[in-house]
């Protein structure tokens, strides 16, 4: 199973970048092609070169996992094209246990993380003898701030208006570690967050989990309603504003169904698939 989701999240990076194959009915020869198939260890190579300059090579390899008697399967190449401006693109990958980590030009960046949320990210690191349920705190308030300020109305210095506070409530942090607060300024900003530690997978574990949403009036008058839960699973915010993942291309849709109706398929049948 880990090899086809290898495969489909390497699928997936390569249909993103790679230029479609329709726009040119010229026969495109292959200059290029090696593959030496599964060896016996499950080990494989393989690398192809086309006409119009279309590069791809990969290799995998069974590693030892955490355990033992454990493998893991490590998949790393790289492939590159000519854009139909003339620039070069060349992305190179690896793919594990911990998923699909594609690297190049082409590939969107995250936005900087803000200086605050860095300094308690530094904070956590130097303190790790905290206990874990001040750190879920912190964590949490890290995920809430970063969807904040992703999608939070213009910096206040961009107005020298004073604002007004048009209600304000907060209980502080009971006993039980739960807490509760509210806002509405003059220019319609409206937050709200409760947050409380509910029963974990153990019967001696307590996790956080916090539900709230905040409101605003944007620049062209739109009103932006973003609603959110943080708890172990991270930070998910729901509102129109939130940009969306492209969908999934149909064929890898089709052999993702295809799996989830054969789960009695053997490891080999798997490989093949890949």
């Known amino acids: 199973m880990k090899l086809i989701i290898l495969a489909l999240a390497i699928a997936a990076g390569v249909a993103s970048a790679a230029p479609p194959a329709e726009h040119s009915k010229e026969q495109i020869p292959i200059l290029k092609y090696e593959n030496e198939g599964v060896n016996h260890d499950g080990s494989y190579n393989w690398n192809y070169e086309t006409g119009n300059n279309i590069i791809a090579q990969e290799q995998g390899e069974f590693k030892q996992g ?57 904070w956590l690191e130097a303190h790790p003898e905290e206990n874990q349920a001040e750190e879920n705190k912190i964590i949490l308030a890290l995920a809430i701030a970063a969807g904040v300020a992703s999608a939070a109305p213009p910096p206040a210095e961009q107005s020298k208006e004073q604002i007004p506070i048009l209600k304000y409530e907060n209980e502080g942090v009971n006993h039980d570690g739960s807490y509760n607060w509210n806002y509405e300024t003059g220019n319609n900003i409206i937050a709200q967050e409760q ?75 798997e490989n093949k698939v890949r």
């Open 195 to 269: 947050g409380e530690f509910k029963q974990g997978a153990n019967p001696d574990e307590k996790e956080m989990e916090v539900r709230g949403s905040y409101e605003y009036t944007d620049p062209d008058g739109k009103k932006v309603v973003v609603t959110y839960i943080a708890n172990k699973d991270g930070f998910q915010p729901q509102g129109d504003i939130l940009p969306t993942p492209p969908p999934i291309p149909p064929a890898i849709q089709k052999l993702l169904e295809w799996l989830e109706a054969h789960p009695e398929e053997n490891q080999a049948e």
């Open 66 to 122: 955490a355990n033992p008697d454990e493998k893991e399967m490590e998949v790393r190449g790289s492939y590159e094209y000519t854009d139909p401006d003339g620039k070069k693109v060349v992305v190179t990958y690896i793919a594990n246990k911990d998923g699909f980590q594609p690297q190049g030009d082409i590939l969107p960046t995250p936005p900087p993380i803000p200086p605050a949320i860095q300094k308690l990210l530094e």
